[in-house]
């Protein structure tokens, strides 16, 4: 699938393999970005970082992983320590902005008296592990095997993330339509 990319990189067009592998991963890299750091303004800024990593790492890639492979890996590892550095720099925890968020959403969601739900709003609740399987499996349409490399565990536990990611995303989605159903019957 990348073998365009890599024919590239093997003759040292860099700029033009670049070219290439930005245009191809840009929205998979920005996916992933948001599905860790879970707000679209940060995930934008660590594409774009991620992207720089790339650039400057691309002479030393060996070829010896996926292209995909290796792309995710650099795209987790500066989403993490972005979000690190994000977390030490805010006046609020993280988790307590995320609680304000998914507050705020419960009390103005037009989507929750409508009966549909926003997907992403959906995602953005769960913990990152969940939210990152959910994202790679079923947005990018990787394999087990292919995720549980990227994240670094083992499938099983994968398979867990992605039980417990459907089994709360149906419990909000069923939540939202109970308070839908209560308030129709008022």
């Not at 690190?84 to 307590?96: A, Q, S």
Request: proline share 3%; glycine share 4%.
């Amino acid at each position: 699938m990348d073998d365009d990319i890599r024919d590239r990189l093997a003759e040292g067009s860099f700029e033009e393999g670049f070219e290439l592998l930005v245009h191809r991963y840009k929205h998979k890299v920005f996916r992933l970005a948001y599905s860790i750091l879970g707000n679209q303004a940060w995930a934008e800024d660590a594409a774009q970082d991620i992207f720089l990593q790339i650039w400057k790492a691309l002479p030393a890639f060996r070829g010896e992983a996926s292209l995909s492979t290796w792309i995710y890996a650099v795209a987790r590892n500066v989403c993490l320590s972005s979000r690190r550095k994000l977390v030490r720099h805010l006046e609020t925890p993280f988790e307590e902005q995320s609680l304000r968020r998914e507050t705020a959403k419960g009390l103005s969601s037009d989507a929750a008296s409508k009966h549909t739900t926003d997907v992403l709003a959906l995602l953005e609740r769960l913990p990152a592990p969940y939210r990152q399987a959910v994202m790679l499996f079923y947005f990018e349409g990787k394999s087990y095997e292919n995720i549980a490399e990227m994240l670094d565990i083992p499938i099983g536990t994968l398979k867990t993330y992605l039980y417990r990611a459907r089994k709360q995303m149906a419990q909000a989605i069923q939540g939202l339509v109970d308070s839908g159903t209560s308030r129709m019957t008022r």
